[in-house]
């Protein structure tokens, strides 16, 4: 983890600069639909001026990245998020940053920044569950507790974070558990790092001083193909050879249980191991650690164990480390110990 040299003057607001990337925290009804509404419609700045005194927190800057659904989240707009955040950062130009961003692919973005970001300054993603339009909506008070959190100095070490609903989680564990209500995120295997009010934010315990593992921001996109295969009962090895077939270099299997499978499945997944491609096993289930060499024998398969990592953060771990030229299968085991 780099050090960062500044400090905020005291008696000065410290700098934060708020990424926006669309989402529903961006959404606007759709006039003539009572439930329906379109995500990525408001701006940076129209997000910022529906918070009252959000500049009595912060000395504010905002900029446009992209004005989407996070459904649609993709490789060319996390490496303009990366880029510009090494930007910011080496620049001295902001004490921190907020990202805002859709829910539904907010854990995938973190994660990536979280492993891309090498800075200690904080960076804060958050979202709302209902579009800015709506009774109740939730964006205004938690891009506040956003922009409280990455303005407060206990905040740094501490990597990316998500904020929703007054509730402070860290990048690996926290996932979206609920289709539509405001209490969606959760941090299954570590529980929220910390809680934060109108009044103060509060940190469950200090910043670990482990240096956090980060990868070099890929080159380019698309980020080195891997895919996602979802154990089911029934199954047969097709969606394998359906991943090979489209040339995947790594998959990951969203396994039952504790990342097990189908005997075809995991026949397949370990022929294709012992052919150079990356095969993770982890699970569909939502929480727990999927151990290594336990019902499945990942010494004999070939095969890594994700730990506590779900299938849409092993993919990215999975990228990352293809993009970085790591393909020893003891130390893509090790980087998912250490991330
Ligand atoms: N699908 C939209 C998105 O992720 C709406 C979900 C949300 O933002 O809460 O951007």
Redesign the pocket.
């Known amino acids: 983890m780099a050090a960062s040299s500044s400090t905020v003057a005291p008696g000065a607001l410290p700098r934060i600069t708020i990424l926006a990337t669309?989402?529903?925290?961006a959404?606007k009804a759709n006039a003539n639909s009572a439930v329906g509404y379109t995500?990525?419609q408001a701006t940076a700045q129209d997000l910022i001026d529906a918070v009252p005194g959000l500049d009595k927190i912060a000395t504010l800057q905002a900029v446009q990245i992209s004005n989407?659904?996070?459904?649609?989240?993709n490789d060319q707009v996390w490496l303009d998020l990366a880029h510009k955040i090494d930007e910011i950062f080496a620049g001295d130009q902001a004490d921190g940053v907020v990202v805002t961003?859709?829910?539904?692919?907010?854990e995938e973005t973190a994660f990536f920044l979280d492993h891309v970001v090498a800075s200690d300054k904080p960076v804060v993603l958050v979202?709302?569950?209902?579009p800015s339009t709506a009774l109740s909506a939730d964006g205004p008070a938690n891009l506040r507790s956003a922009v409280q959190v990455a303005a407060d100095s206990q905040a740094r070490g501490r990597g990316t974070m998500v904020v929703l609903n007054d509730t402070i989680h860290g990048a690996k564990d926290v996932t979206k558990s609920n289709t539509t209500s405001v209490q969606t995120f959760t941090s299954p295997n570590s529980g929220p790092i910390g809680h934060v009010d109108a009044a103060a934010v509060q940190f469950a315990g200090p910043a670990t001083t482990q240096p956090r593992l980060t990868f070099p921001v890929p080159g380019k996109a698309p980020l080195p193909h891997v895919d996602i295969v979802y154990s089911h009962a029934g199954m047969d090895a097709t969606q394998v050879d359906d991943a090979l077939g489209h040339g995947a270099l790594g998959i990951v299997l969203a396994g039952v249980g504790d990342g097990n499978t189908a005997k075809p499945v995991v026949d397949a997944l370990s022929a294709a191991a012992k052919r150079g491609v990356l095969v993770v096993r982890s699970s569909r289930v939502g929480s727990g650690s999927v151990v290594r060499n336990a019902e499945l024998n990942d010494d004999e398969l070939g095969t890594v164990s994700a730990l506590g990592l779900n299938p849409a953060k092993s993919r990215i771990l999975l990228q990352l480390l293809l993009s970085d030229g790591i393909t020893d299968v003891a130390k893509v085991q090790q980087a998912f110990g250490d991330s």
Do not use: K
């Not at 669309?22 to 925290?25: A, E, K, V, Y």
């Not at 961003?101 to 907010?106: E, K, L, P, V, Y």
């Not at 979202?127 to 209902?130: F, I, K, L, T, W």
């Open positions: 669309g989402g529903t925290i959404g995500a990525g989407i659904g996070s459904q649609d989240m961003h859709g829910t539904d692919t907010i979202g709302s569950m209902r």
